[in-house]
Nanobody, 127 residues
Framework: QVQLVESGGGLVQAGGSLRLSCAAS????????MGWFRQAPGKEREFVAA????????YYADSVKGRFTISGDNAKNTVFLQMNSLNPEDTALYYC????????????????????WGQGTQVTVSS
C-alpha cells in the first residue's frame, strides 16, 4: 500500500505558476500509474493529468494541455504537476492518485480507476 501526500498549493494571481508535489511512501511510485485530479466547489472531481511509467506516456485534460506538465522523480519518489498560465478557472482542491501498474492504463482519465488518493492541496487563482 502507498501513502500519498500533496503539497505546493497556494494563492497565486492569474497568469502565475505553481508546482504541486505528490510524495509517496510505502512503495515505489514505479509500481503505479499516477494521476492528478481537481475538484472545485459545487463541481465534480475532474481529471487533470496522468503519467504512465511504462513507456513514459502522459495524458492531459484539454483544459490544461499546453499549460500543465506532469513529471516524476524516481529518486525522490515524487510526482509533480507544473502549472503555468493559471487562471481563476483552475481554482480547486488538487488530488494526486495512484493506480496499480499491473491494472494497465485503460481509464486513467477516470477517478474510479485509481486505487489510492492523497488528501489534496488547495490552489486558488485570483483575477
Amino acid at each position: 500500500q502507498v501513502q500519498l501526500v500533496e503539497s505546493g498549493g497556494g494563492l497565486v494571481q492569474a497568469g502565475g505558476s505553481l508546482r504541486l508535489s505528490c510524495a509517496a511512501s510505502g512503495r515505489t511510485l514505479r509500481s503505479y500509474h499516477m494521476g492528478w485530479f481537481r475538484q472545485a466547489p459545487g463541481k465534480e472531481r475532474e481529471f487533470v493529468a496522468a503519467i504512465s511509467w511504462s513507456g513514459g506516456r502522459t495524458y492531459y485534460a484539454d483544459s490544461v494541455k499546453g499549460r500543465f506538465t506532469i513529471s516524476g522523480d524516481n529518486a525522490k519518489n515524487t510526482v509533480f504537476l507544473q502549472m503555468n498560465s493559471l487562471n481563476p478557472e483552475d481554482t480547486a482542491l488538487y488530488y494526486c492518485a495512484g493506480r496499480l501498474s499491473y491494472r494497465g492504463t485503460t481509464y486513467l482519465t477516470e477517478s474510479y480507476a485509481y486505487d489510492y488518493w492523497g488528501q489534496g492541496t488547495q490552489v486558488t487563482v485570483s483575477s
